[in-house]
């Protein structure tokens, strides 16, 4: 009986946990959170990729109160059981993948934003995955560099506030968000605001080529590259700058996912060329894209991003619900369709030293976002596979894997 009682001791002391992310998994999103922290603490897990939706084995006890209290499911494993998983994981086709430190995260966003004005602050904010916010001031000044994961927030690079101004120009949100960038870009030692937002870009681009990791969505996705292709262009309306403009030229030898698009200048909504959307916004609600199973001993990369329970996601839309696919670079990796699979909703490439992704959309959770709209409750959504997108590209720069060179 005494050495039962050791041997049992010994099991749950120094054995592993599984955390399956399959149909089985009582909280999806606060799974994550337990493994970054897990990683925060110097706890090495492995990432089961293909398999049982793309589970987790962490080496130690220590996540199985945490598991508790988050009400994610998990459970204890003997060394014999921990070796059925890893054979069994490769038997299907799948692979483990090593994760080794827990990132550190910025997200890229105006302050005075609330948490669930983006998608990813609240993804952040419900696992209790730490974050720094930062802004223009902080990017111009290099502190971008001390971080390895970046987020940013559906900013228009452009300088034209994402075209508001042809619609909500008197209302007091979008005032005092021109008066900002005005004061702020005065304070930074620019003579006009956008050439400042331009700046910011290629100083973005500069952190991924050097190694970074970038995740976007919404206007973020497009606008930047739009920004990178006009560099100091002036295309901005009397209305918001007090001068003329120039016939845009875009260069597209430094964006990062799209190329031989069109700048829109007319005094319509549209950014660029690169976006699409329904006509009738209520004609995608409660349609499904299609992520695209990747192999992982092939596409390993790929295979993280795309891991999930489920593979047909529930359509959203945003200032930027699509991409058209012709407008993207030969190099870019297309990691779901939309449900029009003309369009892509999810990508993915190598910049340089780095990696970048794009999700097109605004809120997974929230089919039509407006200004203003109450805040979405992940406790009610603790399954979304749309979130579960956005937590994969956290937990992605734990991880040594690197596209393969071709």
């Known amino acids: 009986m005494i050495l039962l009682l050791i041997l049992l001791f010994s099991v749950a002391a120094f054995g592993d946990v ?33 398999y049982r939706g793309g589970g987790f084995l962490v080496e130690r006890t220590d996540a199985l109160e945490e598991c508790r209290e988050e009400g994610v499911f998990c459970e204890s494993v003997s060394e014999s059981r921990k070796s059925f998983i890893l054979k069994d ?118 952190y991924v080529a050097r190694g970074g990791f970038l995740f976007s969505m919404c206007s973020g996705t497009n606008t930047i590259d739009d920004a990178l292709a006009l560099s100091y262009q002036d295309i901005i309306p009397f209305m918001l700058d007090g001068d003329g403009t120039v016939p845009p030229k875009p260069d597209y030898s430094n964006t990062f996912a799209f190329t031989d698009f069109s700048i829109n200048t007319d005094f319509t909504m549209d950014i660029d060329d690169i976006n699409y959307e329904p006509v009738n916004k209520l004609f995608w609600e409660n349609e499904k894209f299609t992520l695209i199973k990747f192999s992982p001993l092939t596409d390993p990369v790929e295979a993280m991003l795309t891991q999930n329970h489920i593979l047909k996601v529930n359509e959203f839309l945003g200032r ?53 709209d109450p805040p979405t409750d992940l406790k009610l959504h603790k399954h979304s596979p749309g979130y579960r997108l956005i937590l994969n590209n956290v937990l992605f720069p734990a991880s040594r894997e690197k596209k393969k060179k071709t």
């Not at 909280?27 to 970054?36: E, F, Q, R, S, T």
């Open 18 to 50: 599984f955390i399956p992310m399959d149909e089985i998994q009582t909280n999806h999103l606060k799974a994550y959170g337990v493994v970054y922290r897990m990683l925060d603490r110097g706890i090495k897990c492995r990432w089961l990729l293909n």
């Open 89 to 206: 994981t490769k038997d299907c086709g799948g692979k483990e993948v090593l994760l080794e430190k827990a990132p550190k995260i910025a997200v890229y966003s105006p302050p005075g934003k609330e948490p669930w004005d983006d998608a990813v602050t609240l993804a952040l904010d419900y696992t209790k995955i730490p974050y720094d916010v930062i802004y223009d001031r902080e990017i111009l000044m290099g502190r971008i560099y001390e971080y390895e994961w970046l987020h940013l927030h559906h900013e228009d690079f452009t300088g034209q506030f994402d075209k508001f101004y042809l619609n909500s120009l008197n209302q007091q949100w979008l005032l005092e968000m021109i008066a900002f960038q005005k004061e702020l870009s005065k304070e930074l030692g620019y003579s006009k605001y956008w050439i400042m937002k331009r700046d910011v870009a290629k100083e973005i681009s500069n």
């Open 320 to 372: 930027t619900t699509t991409f058209r696919k012709e407008k993207l670079k030969p190099s870019t990796v297309i990691l779901a369709d939309a449900f029009d699979d003309r369009f892509a909703k999810y990508v993915h490439g190598v910049y340089k030293e780095g990696f970048f992704t794009f999700l097109a959309g605004h809120d997974p959770e929230d089919f039509v976002h407006y200004v203003n």
